[in-house]
């Protein structure tokens, strides 16, 4: 079995090739641009572990939540690998892929400078997702707090005990080699991102509209 697996809706993207029982990792740092760097960084993982794209099985996809940009990058690189080399294709939110690792507790995302994307997962399964503004944290302070390493959400959020996943390329292999095994593929027709809010763009269209109509 060989996956590749892609996440680019962080500021870190994540790379990982999963050749049989050999994991290959690539991670972009949020210093680089994905949009610039994911292929390279692709050619760079697969020429590592010395396999081709038509040589995988399927392609794995974190669809959200996230960067809009860096969300729009990964599905779309990954429809044009499904199409081109007629792999099948395995998506997944961060949310059901932490939930999968944590089983129970509360996982955070960063999303701006003074909100983040939060989820509450319960037996591996996620059962609220919201946006939260990181001054509302103190509500959580009792619930077991989760965030990757790479967010650095741990130093600004000091006053909240946090519990950093710092082996997230491997949960992330986990969770696809799981779906691959139980044949959880996705139509690439139905394939769609995961987002939890209103782009900027979206949002002042939202406002011009409501002033229009209230004037």
Do not use: W
Not at 44 to 61: P, R, S
């Amino acid at each position: 079995m060989k996956l590749l697996i892609i996440d680019t809706t962080k500021l870190t993207a994540f790379i990982v090739a999963v050749c049989d029982e050999l994991n290959y990792v690539k991670i972009i740092p949020e210093t680089q641009k994905h949009s610039e760097e994911l292929l390279n960084g692709i050619e760079t993982l697969l020429n590592g572990a010395g396999v081709e794209l038509k040589d995988f099985d399927a392609v794995g996809c974190v669809t959200g939540p996230g960067s809009f940009t860096g969300i729009r990058i990964g599905l779309s690189t990954v429809k044009a690998f499904v199409c081109a080399n007629n792999l099948k294709l395995i998506s997944g939110t961060f949310f059901d892929i932490i939930g999968s690792y944590v089983k129970n507790g509360t996982v955070i995302l960063k999303n701006t400078n003074t909100t983040c994307y939060l989820a509450q997962i319960s037996n591996a399964k996620v059962k609220n997702s919201e946006v939260v503004e990181y001054s509302k944290l103190d509500s959580f302070k009792s619930a077991s707090i989760y965030a990757l390493e790479q967010e650095h959400l741990q130093n600004q959020l000091s006053y909240i005990n946090i519990s950093t996943i710092n082996n997230y390329p491997e949960i992330l292999a986990s969770y696809f080699v799981n779906k691959f095994n139980k044949k959880q593929f996705d139509d690439i027709n139905s394939f769609s991102p995961y987002y939890m809010q209103l782009s900027q763009a979206e949002r002042e269209l939202k406002d011009k509209r409501n002033d229009k109509e209230t004037k």
